[in-house]
């Protein structure tokens, strides 16, 4: 198997592209490129892989040959750095969300089949062993058919938006759900795998934290066959530090039920734990980097699509929708 050059973009989170990277054997050199020379020199130091870095995009695709590059860079900046991508020939896993609107998400999509390069976006909780571990039992059968699924992301966002700032800036595009909402919209969806037909949502901007778009979303999916899906996101959390409980997932079906790492299945007498791995979130970085570079070197079929990803964002995209104008809404198609 050939050894492949890549790039990563955006050394904040990407740093952990970065360390995925280096421990792929399919990986033969990394390219970095971020504007804070303090994180390239990071990099630099990191992992003989990486070799050369440059602090614009720009200049790399202008000197680079690349075979794919992994976009982690704010969501506004998703499209401009994609479009550039492409133009340059390269394959592109691209972080979450696809984009901030429809417009952007659609140009990202069109320039990947324009190019015929492939684009896969990082939803990085399906690959979360803890995930992998539920889905699978859900498509088994271990808990009946589907009822009802209820996935939040309570977050206390101060500390995120002093280190950076752009999260909170109008010109990133964000609100509360299509930011970090869209992990457990994308969830939901990837859980179920069925089509949504309605989207009613409620929302507010009560707290004290600046932000110029809703924070805190209630949102409710209706499947195919029934199967409602609810999702709450809020910026405004508040608990005792480091005393956080993780209350996110309880799924109910016809047969047991899932509640956070625990599942029962009708006939048991106790719950069953799933394990959870250490570092989830980088674990999960490292499959959704690992499918990827695997899709690219042996031409396989990508994981999570750029079409995929389009119909995450329509979702939550709907419910913003729902919560401004009090009216249930149909996600739009690509």
Known sequence: ????????????????????????????????????????????????????SYETLDQMLETESLDLICVVTPDHMHRPHAEACFAAGCNILQTKPLATNLKDARAIVHASKSAGKKLMVAHERRFRPSIVAIKAAIDAGAIGDLIHLRVDAISDKRNQFQRAPWYAESESGRSALNGTGIHEVDLTR?????????????????????????????????FEGGIVGQVT????????????????????????????????????????????????????IKGCVDAFVGSV?????????????????AAAVAADESAATGQTQTPQLL
């Open 1 to 52: 198997m050939p050894e492949l050059k890549c790039a990563v973009v955006g050394l904040g989170l990407g740093k952990h592209f970065v360390e995925a990277l280096d421990r792929n054997k399919s990986v033969g050199e990394i390219i970095v490129c971020d504007s804070d020379t303090a994180r390239t020199a990071v990099a630099l130091e990191s992992s003989e892989k990486v070799q050369t």
């Open 233 to 284: 996101v809020t910026y405004e959390g508040r608990w005792p530090a480091g005393k956080f409980i993780d209350d996110h997932l309880r799924i109910l079906g016809t047969k047991g039920s899932i509640f956070g790492n625990k599942i029962y299945r009708e006939g048991q007498s106790d719950w069953e734990e799933v394990t959870i791995g250490d570092h989830e979130i980088v674990t999960g």
């Open 297 to 313: 070197a042996t031409d396989a079929p990508i994981a999570v699509t750029g079409e995929d990803a389009f119909t995450t964002l």
């Open 190 to 222: 990837h859980l179920v795998l069925r089509e949504i037909q309605t989207v009613a949502a409620f929302a507010n901007r009560l707290g004290d934290l600046d932000f110029p778009k809703d924070k805190t979303t209630s949102a409710q999916f209706l």
